[in-house]
């Protein structure tokens, strides 16, 4: 066969070729970005911040006792508030990163300091089977005054909740002031949670 018959080679793609590296180098450029804008991936925006929280009644975690022996309420917010701050902290069992917050909410929930501020701890228990989540709590402890289990998801979908854990502050009048998505941490506290604390006119352990 002569050399006119034979399969021209094909030619290369080059905009297939280089794409992967434009990609690679778009994404180098923006954690290039938040690393030098000191912003961090896990405060993500939320559009509740300012507004009334919604209006959630969950029932209580069955069998969950306090320290005095007595059950331990479900969960209420009024989008009016009580008077008091809260901290509302969305968790569950089976959820790893909440482990790794737990010790912290103990913490809180020790201090005298933060008792003396007037703030409760409550929890809204996620998706999670109600067995599951008291032999967590009974495990590691119970830091929160109040828990409601949301078996269905339906209230964390109010509270706009990205994933768990996720944790807000929601000011005696109702408005939520400050949201922690991920797992809390002492940065997290010292500059997100007690600056907003003090802004909401509660004195700030």
Known sequence: MSEMSATPPRRRRPLLVALPLVVFGGLAALFLTQLVSGHDPSQLPSALIGQKAPVTSLPPLAGLQGSDGAPVPGLTVSPDGDGAPRLVNVFASWCGPCRQE????????????????????????????????????????????????????????????????????????????????????????????????????????
Do not use: C
């Open 102 to 205: 737990h010790p912290l909410l103990m913490a809180l929930a020790n201090d005298p300091a933060v008792r003396a501020a007037g703030l409760r701890i409550e929890g809204l228990n996620y998706k999670d089977k109600p067995d599951q989540a008291l032999g967590f709590l009974t495990s590691l402890g119970n830091p929160y005054a109040r828990v409601g289990a949301d078996e269905r998801g339906t209230a964390a979908i109010d509270w706009g909740v990205y994933g768990v854990p996720e944790t807000f502050l929601v000011a005696g009048d109702g408005r939520i002031l400050w949201k922690q998505t991920g797992p809390l941490d002492v940065k997290a506290i010292r500059e997100g949670l007690l600056p907003a604390l003090a802004k909401s006119g509660s004195p700030a352990p």
